[in-house]
């Protein structure tokens, strides 16, 4: 069965660096998203993304995110200059107009 | 987007019939009712959507009100592995573009051995 990938399962970083979290979504699906999840709480939009342009994005993905698709298969997120408060799971999904979004693993991002 | 009120908990025994309801009476016509789950910091996993008429897949069942203002998601015989978080949200039809997903808290199932 497809799904999607994303790597690494685990990212440490020293506050003020850049990190690229990386994605394959599933081969056919059109719309990519990225979700974060602070510990302990809820499940938060962060973009989404659909033929090589952000569709809509949150109050939360400000000018430290980026999103790209460089290839034909992955999907990125990169954030400039982290800070302690991005410390979060971040959760790749995509999905195809007509059904559900389905979410990776996630990549637990530690910033210190 | 309708919001939804959900149970904050729930407790089902192993192998009986796991009934999580949702309340979503502000709903439109034009929304459909999906249902996720997570299992303790795993990504979401989908599990169903409707609009008006009942749905059954392989995980689950989806009941929907007539008045369209509340459902049931049912799983037939629970497993321990079906212990979760379960989500109900309120979407635009999924044709629209994407299907941003705004997460509430969902209720937490605890099944019972």
């Known amino acids: 069965e497809p799904e999607v990938t994303q790597t690494p399962s685990h990212q440490v970083t020293q506050m003020g660096q850049e990190v690229i979290l990386r994605c394959v979504p599933i081969?056919?699906?059109?719309?990519f998203y990225w979700y974060r999840q602070i510990l302990g709480q809820k499940v938060e939009f962060l973009v989404s993304?659909?033929?090589?342009?952000?569709?809509?994005k949150s109050e939360i993905f400000d000018d430290q995110f980026s999103v790209e698709r460089p290839d034909g298969s992955n999907f990125t997120l990169k954030i400039r200059s982290t800070k302690l408060e991005d410390s979060a799971m971040y959760f790749c999904?995509?999905?195809?107009?007509?059904?559900?979004?389905?979410f990776g693993p996630g990549t637990r991002l530690t910033v210190l | 987007d309708a919001k939804t009120t959900q149970p904050p908990s729930m407790d089902c025994a192993e192998g009986r019939a796991a009934n999580l309801p949702c309340n979503h009476s502000?709903?439109?016509?034009?929304?459909?009712v999906y249902w996720y789950r997570q299992i303790h910091s795993q990504g979401p996993q989908y599990i169903i959507h409707?609009?008006?008429n009942n749905e059954t897949n392989e995980m689950a069942s989806l009941i929907i009100t007539e008045d369209r203002k509340s459902s049931t998601l049912i799983l037939p015989h629970a497993t321990l592995r079906d212990t979760a978080v379960y989500y109900c949200?309120?979407?635009?039809?999924?044709?629209?573009?994407?299907?941003?997903?705004?997460f509430g808290t969902g209720t937490r199932l605890t099944v019972i051995p």
């Open positions: 409707g609009l008006k």
């Open positions: 993304f659909y033929n090589n342009e952000i569709s809509e």
């Open positions: 081969s056919n699906h059109l719309y």
């Open positions: 949200i309120v979407r635009p039809r999924p044709e629209a573009g994407a299907n941003n997903l705004f």
């Open positions: 999904a995509s999905s195809e107009p007509s059904g559900g979004t389905f």
């Open positions: 502000t709903i439109s016509g034009n929304e459909y």
